[in-house]
């Protein structure tokens, strides 16, 4: 039996000892409080010492601002130099180690790239002329900077600032062959601090001289030539080394822009440069003002080469591919037979530069890019920009830029596919995708429609309703993958209306398989690989991969039927073509940034695009407007004198708006035109075969004999 005298004992106990534990803290934390206030004492009174006071306390507030700073700052430049550095990790050392010499589709000779060995040569063996007309021009103070010249900068912003005009450029002899070996040519910011990283890593990897050398082997020097080598021996038909004052003058001239200064197309402008660099030799105590006086009155003289353009832009397309052919076949010299028509592919240019000259300050654009390919699949033209010389970036094949509308015949397809028609009927009306909400051109709605009239129109709610309620996005991105489209696709819901960057040369593989019957796999620029001796090592009807199907015939008819009313009642009429039918579509993005026509006939599939290089808005361009008409002047002289090919699923006769659909306007007002107008009916494809016919007959036809004129007469 438990005493109650002994339970309250043991309570008193218990909180006997928490009072104890509670008085233990509380003196615990008041004596750690005044230890610590001590200490802080002691310390402030030690630190008193050093106090500073006048002008000595200036100058560490400052030194300690300034290493803080410079901490954020080291921090902040090594999370820009991380990407730049990516770079670096490929085997860029012998990236020029394939030389390639280039011919057309007929066996002309079209231009080299890669470094040619036996062109190759080395720094010391160079005339002493070459290197200080090189140094002179491009970077006097090489050997004295480590990458980044801040004098030269200096004095090259207070010259531009003097003449009122970019006449100088700060970039040293190491950035430059950093952004050859390692970037794009792009005016962006992000390229000048990754060019200055990389600038600063070669000097660390690599010897003056070795950069020196790498520097004259890789430059583009015009004419389909990189390298110093090469162009001493197209330009004047000499090998380097034997090249006089004159010559070595016109050649570090062109480094700057040897589109402008290639002397077999403007000799005086390359003559007036390598004017420029003598000076510069004279003004940077190479060489004396009497030394150059005979260069300055007996100037170079080159060899006629005439004044074809070397197709630089397709040349650096095609190289890709012989390199990777060379290395499967353990090839480094080559011949490759290419796919390029030289016709097309100046016809190609010429319609970009003339719509760039004569509409470009009209709609604020400044540059574009063109691709063309035949049915078969062999590209026959590659326009990257308007001037190779000036930026090798090559648009057609690099630049990602969001495809609009154009992107909707890949979310139609998937719906083909899946068994919709285009009479299948879907509801143009407002819709909410989780909070996105997209609405058609000019907020207005037309309710129920047929995916004819929404995909002509560009209606903008009928694929996204197609993607939402019916097909899904993973089907979609791997319906145009499989199409063709190599580019990176975004796998969100707003990829439906183009918001995706796409290449041009995507845009027109992915078309092509609407115009060859449905298979992908069969875009190529390399139709044959010879060694110099002539042994084909490579052809592409035996070793390529062969196509293959991804669209029934019975969708690519559908899609047809669809995409041919476009040119002929939809968002497209400027690109319509006299005589022949073709199909396509439209597409602008948000703020009139881009704008495209991709379209094909059963000849070509060609994509054109159209913008500006900082990704700023245009004067209201549309994919209707300028794009349209420039792919309509090119298509057009692509398509004389050939036989003309039906487009798979669609009878040659031009359709004709149906009367319940002519009052409907446009959805998309981004893409169309604002006025109605319909084209006069034109030729079929037939009756242009049988007029041919018609037309080779009467030509072979035997001449008949005249009678004598007094004959005729007497007959009268």
């Known amino acids: 039996m438990n005493s109650p005298l002994k339970g309250g004992k043991s309570r008193g106990a218990f909180a006997s000892r928490m009072l104890a534990l509670d008085a233990w803290i509380d003196s615990s934390v008041w004596n750690a409080g005044f230890w610590f206030s001590q200490l802080w004492e002691s310390m402030t009174i030690f630190f008193r010492r050093f106090r500073l006071t006048g002008f000595r306390r200036w100058v560490v507030e400052l030194l300690s601002e300034g290493f803080t700073l410079g901490t954020v700052g080291c921090v902040l430049m090594l999370a820009l130099a991380m990407p730049a550095f990516e770079a670096t990790k490929g085997d860029w050392r012998t990236q020029g180690d394939f030389a390639v010499t280039f011919l057309d589709r007929y066996g002309n000779e079209i231009g080299r790239r890669g470094v040619f060995q036996l062109d190759s040569v080395p720094v010391d063996e160079m005339p002493e002329n070459v290197i200080n007309a090189v140094l002179a021009t491009e970077d006097r103070r090489f050997f004295q900077h480590y990458g980044i010249d801040f004098f030269g900068l200096a004095r090259a912003i207070t010259e531009n600032l003097r003449a009122n005009s970019v006449v100088q450029g700060g970039s040293t002899l190491s950035q430059q062959l950093a952004k050859n070996l390692f970037l794009s040519s792009e005016r962006t910011v992000e390229r000048k601090i990754k060019e200055a990283f990389l600038s600063v890593w070669l000097e660390m990897n690599l010897s003056k001289k070795e950069i020196l050398q790498l520097y004259l082997d890789r430059a583009y020097m015009g004419g389909g030539t990189f390298g110093i080598a090469a162009a001493a021996d197209f330009y004047f038909s000499k090998n380097v080394k034997d090249v006089s004052l004159a010559e070595a003058a016109m050649l570090a001239g062109l480094f700057k822009a040897p589109a402008r200064y290639a002397p077999h197309i403007n000799l005086p402008a390359a003559r007036a440069r390598a004017n420029e660099v003598l000076t510069n030799m004279v003004q940077g105590g190479f060489l004396t003002e009497g030394q150059v006086l005979s260069a300055r009155l007996h100037p170079a003289d080159v060899v006629d080469r005439g004044t074809t353009k070397s197709p630089d832009y397709f040349l650096d397309w095609a190289f890709e591919q012989a390199k990777e052919i060379g290395q499967k076949k353990g090839a480094r010299t080559m011949v490759a037979r290419t796919t390029i028509d030289l016709g097309l592919q100046r016809a190609a240019e010429e319609t970009l530069e003339y719509h760039l000259r004569t509409y470009g300050s009209q709609y604020g654009v400044s540059e574009g890019a063109i691709v063309l390919i035949e049915t078969n699949g062999a590209v026959r033209a590659i326009v990257g920009g308007r001037d190779y010389g000036q930026s090798q970036f090559n648009r057609a094949t690099q630049a990602l830029r969001q495809a609009g509308s154009s992107f909707k015949p890949y979310v139609y397809a998937t719906a083909m596919e899946a068994g919709f028609t285009p009479d299948s009927v879907i509801s143009d009306g407002p819709i909410n995708w989780n909070g996105w909400q997209p609405k058609n051109y000019g907020r207005s709605y037309s309710g129920r429609m047929t995916l004819t009239t929404a995909l002509v129109k560009s209606v903008n709610t009928v694929p996204v309703r197609l993607a939402k309620d019916h097909l899904s996005i993973p089907p979609i991105k791997a319906m145009a993958e499989a199409m063709g489209v190599e580019s990176a696709l975004e796998s969100h819901k707003t990829m439906v ?56 015939e019975k969708s690519v008819a559908e899609m047809n039927s669809m995409l041919v009313q476009v040119p002929e009642w939809g968002t497209a009429r400027r690109a319509a073509l006299d005589g022949i039918r073709s199909a396509g579509k439209t597409g602008t993005t948000q703020s009139y940034r881009d704008a495209w026509y991709v379209g094909f006939t059963g000849n070509f599939t060609a994509a054109v695009w159209l913008g500006n290089d900082d990704f700023s808005t245009t004067r209201n361009m549309t994919g209707g407007s300028l794009p349209a008409m420039a792919w309509q002047r090119m298509m057009t002289y692509a398509h004389q004198n050939i036989e003309l090919k039906p487009i798979p699923g669609v009878d040659d006769t031009p359709g004709k708006k149906p009367a319940a659909i002519a009052k409907a306007g446009s959805q998309d007002g981004a893409d169309g035109n604002t006025a109605e107008s319909e084209r006069p009916q034109v030729l079929s494809a037939a009756m242009t075969r049988l007029l041919r016919q018609m037309s080779k007959a009467f030509g072979n036809a035997p001449v008949i004999d005249a009678p004598p004129p007094t004959q005729r007469l007497s007959r009268l």
């Open 497 to 552: 209306l183009g918001t995706s960057g796409m290449t041009v040369m995507d845009q027109a593989t992915g078309y092509s398989v609407f115009a060859n019957g449905g298979y992908a796999g069969q875009r190529y620029g390399i139709s044959q690989v010879m060694t110099h001796g002539g042994q084909v090592i490579w052809e592409h009807d035996r070793d390529a991969t062969p196509p293959h199907r991804v669209l029934s």
